[in-house]
Each structure stands twice: as structure tokens, then as C-alpha cells.
């Protein structure tokens, strides 16, 4: 800019005595001289803008069906019952744990990460009393058609079941794993052992961590051996999904070992203590998946690979009816089920914290957004995915 403002006066101060053909030759070398000014050295004409993208590691993070009210106003007062919300005898402990009349007191109690770091540093939609509707498109509103839209970038009528088998869609994990730079760095570590459909791990050969296998293989150690024995010994709320806990501390270990550019975790507890109408327990683990997201934060902040440079986007994979019963249960006989919220932090993600009044968002988004915050265009290679989140995306110059 400070050449283009002396231009002028090269050629007001120029000598008469100089022929018009010296002027014109010096005003194409004073107009290369200007557009120079405009390519940084060593660059060619036409190169475009150096990336400025510092996003090197996504984590994908889904809790099972938690509802977007618990995110944004904490502990649903109806539900804080023996009759409503199966609480055993302890309503008034839960009440001094969780309850707060102010409704961001609240929320903060159940979800303190969340809402003191990654609303305050990131994003997050989907509060309906505020104008952010985020949503699901499938049309069905419970887990397999859901996860599928999150991570193929848009839904399949051919998914309606949670038996339905693998995944004839190629999901944006295993498209980003056929990329050069990326190809044995995706990961997938998930309570449910439906993610091997999910990500069909037969057709992708992704690496996966889920259900109740055992999670350690080969020479182990006391501490090891012990959990193995614990996945094989514990009494099982659900055969197909693992508890939370039991997924954090295998999950945490791989870092020493294995430190992918992509990962995917899902836990699943909060929907399975949905459906046993157990709010008491369903408060108690979505305030430790909390815990769980901030564990897993701090443990990549501490790693150079990581520092600096990762992405969480954190959401759920449908949500719930409303009411005394209908919180138990979701999809399309319950409504509201297709409501969900959708939460960003990164070094790429502008700080705009708790959005309102916004464009809805949909579930669809999101396996774009994944893809466009490692650089890659996964709607030009799967036409039918969604755009990216425009507003957790970083203007560039």
C-alpha cells in the first residue's frame, strides 16, 4: 500500500525534457514495480494467500443423546423427582449438587468446561430460548441415521435402523485417511460397538478402539492387565456399549503410543441412562463426560503435536422428548427429538462464544467442517455432503 500512494508523484515530478517514450517506459516499470509490492518474494504471480490455518488435529467428540436443555440450562427441575426422574432417595443430594436458580449458575454446575472454557474461547449453538437452532435432517432422530449424517455430511433413507449393518457411505474420517498427509493418522475410540458398522471398518480398515473388547493387547503391565480384566468380568448395563470410564483410560493411553491427526470419540452413556429413566445418573454422567472432554483437552494441550494446533468440535448425535416421560425417549414420535447443539474450540474458531439469533445449523455440517478445518474440500469429493460451519471457520486475509 505505502508504493501504490508515491506512484503519482514519480510522474508529476518528472523532468519535460524527457520524451514520451521515456515516460511511457518508465510507467511500465513503475506499474510492475506496484503490482511486485502485491506478491510476497519468491512467489510466482499468480499464487494465492499462504494458509493461515493453524488447526492440525480435529477431535470429533459426541455424547449419546444429550438434550440441548441440560447444555443450556442445567438440571431440569421437573425431572429432579423419584416420580419423574427415577431418583432413588438422594433428590435433595442431587439438588445441592446441580440445582441453582440462575439458570448460567446452573449450567455451569453440570457442565463447567464447556461453559468456562469452550463457550468462553470457541462457539456453541443451539440454544433454542435464544434463537440458535441446530438440528438433525434425517428425518428418524436416533443413533446410526444420525451419526452417519454427522459424519458423511448428509443423511441416508436407507439407514433406518440401528441394525441396519455397514455403512454403504464412505464417512469424511475414512475420505481423510485416503489423503497423503493424513493417510494412518484418523482414529476412532467410541463406547458402542456399532461404530465398526458405522465407519464400516471393513471397507475403511480404520483403526478403532469400541464396545467391550479388550482394550490392551500384547505384553502388559499390572495396570493394564487390570482393566482388560474388568472389560471382561463387569456387569453390563448394555452388551454393546462400555462405560465412559472404562473407554478414558485406554483412550488416554494410546497418546504415548499413537498420536493421530483425526480422531472420533463417542460415549455413550448419557443416552443409555435416558432410556432407564434414571435422570439422577443420566446428570452424574453427562457432568463426567464434562470431566472426560477436559482430560482429554489438557492431555493434548501437554503434547507438542497437539499444543496449539487441535480442534474439538463436541455434540450430540440426536436429542430427547420433553416431559415427564418423554425424556426417556427420542425419534419422531417424540418431539423436539431432532433438536441437538453442536459446541467449537480451536486455535481457527473465533471466540464468539454462546450464539444467538443465528442461521440454523444442521448435523450435516459437520463432517465438512471436520474436513475444512485440516484444509480439505470433502463437499467437492462427496457432492451430496453440506457445507462447513462458515462462522467457527476463520476469516482468512
Known sequence: MGSATHVPGVYR?????????????????????????????????????????????????????????????????????????????????????????????????????????????????????????????????????????????????????????????VSVFEWLDTQPDLHGRVSVYATWAIFKDIFNVQRSHLPMRVGWDAPYQGKLNARQELMNELYRTMTRLDDEDVYNAFQQIPLLDSFAEHQPRVLFVGYGETDNWGHAGRYDLLLHSAHAFDHFVEELWNTLQRLPAYRDQTTFIITTDHGRGSGPVEWKEHGVEEKGSENIWIAVLGPDTPALGERHDTAEVHQAQIAATVAALLGKDYPKAVPAAAAPLADVLRRRP
Open 13 to 169: 515530478d518528472f523532468p519535460a525534457r524527457y520524451s514520451c517514450g521515456m515516460v511511457q517506459h518508465a510507467l511500465r516499470l513503475a506499474c510492475c514495480a506496484l503490482a511486485l509490492t502485491f506478491i510476497a518474494p519468491g512467489q510466482p504471480a499468480h499464487a494465492q494467500a499462504p494458509d493461515t490455518r493453524s488447526t492440525r488435529n480435529v477431535v470429533l467428540i459426541v455424547s449419546d443423546g444429550l438434550r440441548w436443555q441440560e447444555i443450556f440450562t442445567g438440571a431440569d427441575p421437573t425431572l429432579l423427582t423419584e416420580k419423574n426422574g427415577g431418583i432413588w432417595d438422594k433428590e435433595q443430594d442431587l439438588r445441592r449438587e446441580f440445582w441453582r436458580e440462575d439458570v448460567n449458575e446452573r449450567r455451569r454446575l453440570l457442565f463447567p468446561f464447556l461453559w468456562t472454557t469452550v463457550a468462553a474461547h470457541g462457539q456453541i449453538f443451539g440454544n433454542q430460548t435464544k434463537g440458535s437452532i441446530a438440528r438433525v435432517t434425517n428425518g428418524l432422530a436416533f443413533s446410526y441415521p444420525g451419526y452417519n449424517e454427522m459424519l458423511t455430511g448428509h443423511p441416508d433413507p436407507r439407514i433406518n435402523s440401528n441394525a441396519f449393518g455397514p455403512n454403504p457411505n
